[in-house]
């Protein structure tokens, strides 16, 4: 008996194997701009992926799973895996427009259904940062779990959150820094700093006398905007 039990179960479990399918698409934000690093994870689970440069995203799912759409700033969305190909708008509000996909709300009386999820796995949680260089923030540094093909990017200001457990590693890297590594501990929010690689710094040729105050001046500005949101408390780490 116990032998057919068994067997029954390996061919059910080669049945939802065979049944697993591709789903791909794209994430844009509440004006139709691509979002890169997006995250994307099936619901319960800690399978995982990312949207690329260009906003896209592949992941492999099984029948009736739900996938979880998440960026900093951003709305979740929580969709039905129904489709080989499912584009999502995440919004700054309470509308949520997905397109070729049915729209399935996350429910929000007291915590979100992926806050729900999260506590199931004890083990997991969304771990939040910012990254800086030279004092600036970095946009577009990769963030990935070390030994995992899960990562994702910082955003426009220097900002960043994936899905993740205790002691794993994170590989923060950048072109022109030197890459760091950083261990989960029981803290929710991380400021990580990298340095300069030693490089030698070639002179920059401008093609006008023009364009050299234009792209200072525009330096200066950036400068002084990123002053004020330091001091108003924009990049504050707290859990």
Same mark, same amino acid.
């Given at each position: 008996m116990k032998q057919i039990l068994y067997i029954s179960f390996f061919l059910f479990s080669i049945f939802l194997f065979g049944q697993q399918?591709?789903?791909s698409g794209i994430v844009k934000d509440s004006i139709g701009e691509i979002i890169p690093g997006a995250n994307i994870y099936i619901e319960g689970t800690t399978r995982g #992926?990312? #949207?690329d440069i260009d906003g896209k995203y592949s992941i492999k799912v099984n029948p009736n799973e739900f996938l979880i759409f998440s960026f900093l700033g951003k709305k979740e969305q929580r969709i039905i895996a129904d489709k080989n190909e499912i584009n999502v708008q995440l919004m700054d509000d309470d509308v949520?427009?997905?397109e070729g996909s049915h729209y399935i709300p996350t429910i929000n009386r007291k915590r979100k259904v992926n806050d729900i999820t999260l506590e199931k796995n004890l083990n997991t949680k969304k771990i939040r940062g910012v990254i800086f260089g @030279? @004092?600036?923030p970095i946009p577009f540094a990769e963030i990935q779990i070390k030994g995992t093909d899960k990562k #994702?990017?910082?955003? @426009?200001d220097g900002k960043f959150e994936i899905i993740a457990s205790e002691n794993q590693v994170l590989n923060i890297d950048f072109i022109g820094f030197n890459s760091k590594e950083i261990i989960i501990t029981d803290k929710n929010c991380y400021k990580i700093f990298l340095t300069k690689k030693l490089v030698v710094d070639y002179p920059i040729f401008y093609s006008s006398k023009r364009e050299k105050r234009k792209?200072?001046?525009?330096?200066?500005?950036n400068k002084r905007n990123i002053k004020r949101k330091i001091?108003?408390?924009f990049y504050n780490c707290l859990d």
């Amino acid at each position: 008996m116990k032998q057919i039990l068994y067997i029954s179960f390996f061919l059910f479990s080669i049945f939802l194997f065979g049944q697993q399918r591709k789903v791909s698409g794209i994430v844009k934000d509440s004006i139709g701009e691509i979002i890169p690093g997006a995250n994307i994870y099936i619901e319960g689970t800690t399978r995982g #992926t990312n #949207t690329d440069i260009d906003g896209k995203y592949s992941i492999k799912v099984n029948p009736n799973e739900f996938l979880i759409f998440s960026f900093l700033g951003k709305k979740e969305q929580r969709i039905i895996a129904d489709k080989n190909e499912i584009n999502v708008q995440l919004m700054d509000d309470d509308v949520k427009l997905i397109e070729g996909s049915h729209y399935i709300p996350t429910i929000n009386r007291k915590r979100k259904v992926n806050d729900i999820t999260l506590e199931k796995n004890l083990n997991t949680k969304k771990i939040r940062g910012v990254i800086f260089g @030279d @004092d600036l923030p970095i946009p577009f540094a990769e963030i990935q779990i070390k030994g995992t093909d899960k990562k #994702t990017m910082s955003n @426009d200001d220097g900002k960043f959150e994936i899905i993740a457990s205790e002691n794993q590693v994170l590989n923060i890297d950048f072109i022109g820094f030197n890459s760091k590594e950083i261990i989960i501990t029981d803290k929710n929010c991380y400021k990580i700093f990298l340095t300069k690689k030693l490089v030698v710094d070639y002179p920059i040729f401008y093609s006008s006398k023009r364009e050299k105050r234009k792209i200072l001046r525009n330096e200066r500005k950036n400068k002084r905007n990123i002053k004020r949101k330091i001091k108003k408390g924009f990049y504050n780490c707290l859990d």
